[in-house]
T-cell receptor
Framework: DAGITQSPRHKVTETGTPVTLRCHQT?????MYWYRQDPGHGLRLIHY???????DKGEVSDGYSVSRSKTEDFLLTLESATSSQTSVYFC?????????????FGEGSRLTVL | AQTVTQSQPEMSVQEAETVTLSCTYD???????LFWYKQPPSRQMILVIR??????QNATENRFSVNFQKAAKSFSLKISDSQLGDTAMYFC??????????????FGKGTLLTVNP
């Protein structure tokens, strides 16, 4: 299994509070991603990173920010959580090899915003 | 923007039988990759099979094979000799080939496959 750890795995919070999810990898992969999974929507890309301090938006980035200060860590922050951000969040990593394109996923973080 | 469509939200199959999951996609790109990912009830996503668009030969991985129709933009997954452990959500995904920083996957909404004993 790829060395990807997400924390926390479960979190319940209240509307308006800040939340940070952490993704930690031990694979030294260049690319890291945050997806959210919702019933009927599949997986949707929030933000991704292609190197330290290099990030870009995905298709559902509103209300989220990310940071990557070192290769192994990719943080997803909800500045002011809303109920629409209740979801399961997946971190993924990739070596960026165009010959494979394979993503390796973490186990997910379930966030509930009350 | 690319879109990926999985028209079957749920499917079921009897153990040992064969089942085919459908996927279509829309793109103007000529070079890209297609994937099928599996998410068992434990939730961790794993890669099932990958297809490069420039290859005409359909990819196979043991009991899993694809039917890639580039002109029709179709990418179906066939599971032969279905096993109980194949019960999972299956996602079709698209990635356009480009150098630099743009290795992003676009996923379909998924097909929940149940294998019945």
């Amino acid at each position: 299994d790829a060395g990807i750890t997400q924390s926390p795995r479960h979190k319940v919070t209240e509307t308006g509070t800040p939340v940070t999810l952490r993704c930690h990898q031990t694979e030294n992969h260049r690319y890291m991603y945050w997806y959210r999974q919702d019933p009927g929507h599949g997986l949707r890309l929030i933000h991704y990173s292609y190197g330290v301090k290099d990030t870009d938006k995905g298709e559902v980035s509103d209300g989220y920010s990310v940071s990557r200060s070192k290769t192994e860590d990719f943080l997803l922050t909800l500045e002011s959580a809303t109920s629409s951000q209740t979801s399961v969040y997946f971190c993924a990593i990739s070596g960026g090899n165009a010959n494979t394109g394979e993503l390796f996923f973490g186990e997910g973080s379930r966030l509930t915003v009350l | 923007a690319q879109t990926v469509t999985q028209s079957q939200p749920e499917m079921s199959v009897q153990e040992a039988e064969t089942v085919t999951l459908s996927c279509t996609y829309d793109t103007s790109e000529s070079n890209y990759y297609l994937f099928w990912y599996k998410q068992p009830p434990s939730r961790q996503m794993i890669l099932v099979i990958r297809q490069e668009a420039y290859k005409q030969q359909n990819a196979t991985e043991n009991r899993f094979s694809v039917n890639f129709q580039k002109a029709a933009k179709s990418f179906s997954l066939k599971i032969s000799d279905s096993q109980l452990g194949d019960t999972a959500m299956y996602f079709c995904a698209f990635m356009k080939y480009s150098g630099g920083s743009n290795y992003k996957l676009t996923f379909g909404k998924g097909t929940l496959l149940t294998v019945n004993p």
